[in-house]
Structure formats: C-alpha cells, structure tokens
Nanobody, 115 residues
Framework: QVQLVESGGGLVQPGGSLRLSCVVSIGFFSGYGMNWYRQAPGKQRELVATITSGGRTNYADSVQGRFTISRDNPKKTVYLQMNSLKPEDTAVYYC?????????WGQGTQVTVSS
C-alpha cells in the first residue's frame, strides 16, 4: 500500500522557518516526480514546489527565493525548507508523488504563520 506521510508543520512567527518532510512508502521512489501543494481556508489548492526524478526544481512565484524543495532517494523522502515565512503562507501542505498515471497524496500537515 502506498503511503505518503508528511511531518514538520506547526506554528511559527513571521520571518521564521520550518522544514517539512514527506516519507514515501513506494517502490521505485526515484522515478517519481514529487510536489508540494498547499491549500489555505477558502482557497483552491495550489502547487508550491516541484522536483523531478532528475532533480530539477520549480517554484511558485510566491515562494521563489524563500522555499527549497529537495529529495533523498535512499531515504524515500522529500523535503520543503521554508524560510522567511509570511502569514499568507498559512495553509495545509500536501505532499504528492506522480509518475505516469500513478498519482498519490499525503494527508497534509498544517503550517500556521502568526505572531
């Protein structure tokens, strides 16, 4: 059974940092593209960051320069380092694994940025 388990969310003050982790129980993890999405209350889910199986990354304009996505294939884990956090980064963050027609999601982890 495929499982994606996110962790690392929490409450942080504006300007602070958090690192999210997503451990993926899946065969051939290195062949999957990995994404982080987020969904704020009353808003649509949005793509935050992407890392391909080859390690190429891409970011939403709103997080460019502040967030960094990375992956550790032997550990089957993807990370999202979030720096200079803003109140508008408050959302539930979801990990997504995709390869061909295989599309898997985690349960999400809450990130709240507030003073």
């Amino acid at each position: 059974q495929v499982q994606l388990v996110e962790s690392g969310g929490g409450l942080v003050q504006p300007g602070g940092s958090l690192r999210l982790s997503c451990v993926v129980s899946i065969g051939f993890f290195s062949g999957y593209g990995m994404n982080w999405y987020r969904q704020a209350p009353g808003k649509q889910r949005e793509l935050v960051a992407t890392i391909t199986s080859g390690g190429r990354t891409n970011y939403a304009d709103s997080v460019q320069g502040r967030f960094t996505i990375s992956r550790d294939n032997p550990k089957k884990t993807v990370y999202l380092q979030m720096n200079s956090l803003k109140p508008e980064d408050t959302a539930v963050y979801y990990c997504n694994a995709i390869r061909g027609t295989n599309d898997y999601w985690g349960q999400g982890t809450q990130v709240t940025v507030s003073s």
